[in-house]
C-alpha cells in the first residue's frame, strides 16, 4: 500500500550526505525499473535497494509518481552533459539544427532501456495530472536551461522562454509517440527537426 494520497513537501537534499542519498534512491529506483517495469516496483523496493528507511524515501519522494517524475529528470540532466555550454549567440543558422540533435540524442539515451522509459513517462504523466503544486515551469529543468544555452541566450525574455517550453513538449509528444510505437523513431526524428525549424524561423524573425 503507497501512504495515500495526501501531499507532503518533499525533503531538500542539502548536505553532501543527503545529496549522495538521494541520488542512490533515484539510481535504485532506475536499476529496479528498468528491470521489473512500473507496475512491479514498490516503494519498499525502491528503499530496500537503495538501502535506506521507507519513511526517509517518502521524505524525499513523496509518492511513486513523484519518485520516477524525479527519475526522468535526472536522467535528463544526466544525459545532456555538457550541451550548449558557452554556446554563443553568433551561429543563429545552425541553431535549429542544434537543438534537434540534442532532443534527438537525448530521446535515443533514453530509449536504450524501454521499461524505463515507460515506467518515467507515465509517471510524469500521472504527476502532472495529479496538479501537485510543486511543478515549476519546465523551462527552469535542466532540459530547459540547456535549449536556453543552446540558443546562445544567457538572459531569457518571454519570448525565449515560451519557444523552449514550446521545443519541449513537441519533443516529448513525439518521445511518447515513438514509447507507444505509434511513429517510428525515424519519423519522429524527421518531425522533431521540422518542429524545431519551425519554432525557431517564427522566433528569430520576431
Same mark, same amino acid.
Given at each position: 500500500m503507497g501512504r495515500g494520497t495526501e501531499y507532503r513537501l518533499p525533503a %531538500? /537534499? *542539502?548536505?553532501g550526505q543527503q545529496v549522495a542519498r538521494r541520488v542512490r534512491i533515484l539510481r535504485a529506483a532506475s536499476e529496479l525499473a528498468a528491470r521489473e517495469g512500473l507496475a512491479n516496483v514498490q516503494m519498499q523496493d525502491v528503499a530496500k535497494e537503495a538501502r535506506v528507511a521507507l519513511?526517509?524515501?517518502y521524505r524525499y519522494f513523496p509518492s511513486k509518481p513523484y519518485?520516477?517524475?524525479a527519475v526522468l529528470e535526472w536522467h535528463i540532466e544526466t544525459n545532456l552533459g555538457e550541451h550548449g555550454k558557452d554556446r554563443g549567440a553568433d551561429a543563429e543558422a545552425e541553431r535549429a539544427t542544434d537543438v534537434a540533435d540534442t532532443l534527438i540524442e537525448l530521446s535515443a539515451k533514453l530509449l536504450d532501456s524501454p521499461l524505463l522509459a515507460s515506467a518515467t513517462a507515465l509517471s510524469a504523466y500521472t504527476e502532472y495530472a495529479a496538479a501537485i503544486p510543486t511543478r515549476f515551469d519546465i523551462v527552469?529543468?535542466?532540459?530547459?536551461?540547456?535549449?536556453?544555452?543552446?540558443?546562445?541566450?544567457s538572459e531569457a525574455g518571454e519570448q525565449d522562454r515560451s519557444v523552449v517550453r514550446l521545443l519541449i513538449y513537441s519533443w516529448w509528444g513525439l518521445f511518447v509517440a515513438m514509447l507507444t510505437e505509434e511513429i517510428t *523513431?525515424?519519423? /519522429?526524428?524527421?518531425d522533431l527537426r521540422l518542429a524545431a525549424r519551425s519554432?525557431? %524561423?517564427?522566433?528569430? %524573425?520576431t
Open positions: %531538500a /537534499a *542539502v548536505s519513511g526517509t524515501l519518485l520516477f517524475t527552469e529543468s535542466g532540459l530547459g536551461q540547456t535549449l536556453l544555452r543552446v540558443l546562445g541566450v *523513431v525515424q519519423q /519522429a526524428e524527421s519554432l525557431l %524561423a517564427v522566433y528569430d %524573425a
